[in-house]
T-cell receptor, first 113, second 114 residues
Framework: KQEVTQIPAALSVPEGENLVLNCSFT??????LQWFRQDPGKGLTSLLL?????REQTSGRLNASLDKSSGRSTLYIAASQPGDSATYLC????????????FGKGTHLIIQP | SQTIHQWPATLVQPVGSPLSLECTVE??????LYWYRQAAGRGLQLLFY??????ISSEVPQNLSASRPQDRQFILSSKKLLLSDSGFYLC?????????????FGSGTQLSVL
């Protein structure tokens, strides 16, 4: 079964710290992996997309890495700010699976001012 | 540019009542469209996807149905809601090609069945 797991489920850190969110997936045959941000009661905002042939993508203070062979991805957030507080979701487009993305349950991140 | 609209934002319905949630996409043609549900404490679950008008694929057996009467319109329905249908419903469309494909989501509908 193709599954996506995110740890930790929740994380609280002081403002200014660098942090890493983890995502693991059970099948290394993937098209791509996408990181999303979700604010309470809102839709999902796409942060970064890593194609299967890529190892990392960067956008501002965010850096996402991909290690297909080990089934892992990380989202690195530098110099965290209170506005970064949200739930971060990892989603994988598996090869041969159903159309659409398979999501992890997310990491609820709180940045303390 | 492409935009996706979902409504209503919030809905409270009694058990046994019908449901109709609508999603429309602008700025693209023949998009792949998706309905996801996010239940409390659970991840997003793919409910339905559509590759074209009248073409619906269901991922999980359930009390809901989907229809695509027009190219850029995707509707989620139920004849009689259950308590377990409560959740946050998200519509999405797929953009890009090959490994660069991405999903873009609407703002969601919070459904409470009482």
């Amino acid at each position: 079964k193709q599954e996506v797991t995110q740890i930790p489920a929740a994380l609280s850190v002081p403002e200014g710290e660098n942090l890493v969110l983890n995502c693991s997936f059970t099948d290394s045959a993937i098209y791509n992996l996408q990181w999303f941000r979700q604010d309470p009661g809102k839709g999902l905002t796409s942060l970064l997309l890593i194609q299967s042939s890529q190892r990392e993508q960067t956008s501002g203070r965010l850096n996402a890495s991909l290690d297909k062979s080990s089934g892992r991805s990380t989202l690195y957030i530098a110099a965290s700010q209170p506005g970064d507080s949200a739930t971060y979701l990892c989603a994988v487009r598996f090869e041969g699976g159903a159309d659409g993305l398979t999501f992890g349950k997310g990491t609820h991140l709180i940045i303390q001012p | 540019s492409q935009t996706i609209h979902q409504w209503p934002a919030t809905l409270v319905q009694p058990v046994g009542s019908p449901l109709s949630l609508e999603c429309t996409v602008e700025g693209t043609s023949n998009p792949n469209l998706y309905w996801y549900r996010q239940a409390a404490g659970r991840g997003l679950q793919l409910l339905f996807y559509s590759v074209g008008i009248g073409q619906i694929s269901s991922e999980v057996p359930q009390n809901l149905s989907a229809s695509r009467p027009q190219d850029r319109q995707f509707i989620l329905s139920s004849k009689k809601l259950l308590l377990s249908d409560s959740g946050f419903y998200l519509c999405a469309w797929r953009g890009g090609f090959g490994t660069n494909e991405k999903l873009f989501f609407g703002s969601g509908t919070q459904l409470s069945v009482l």
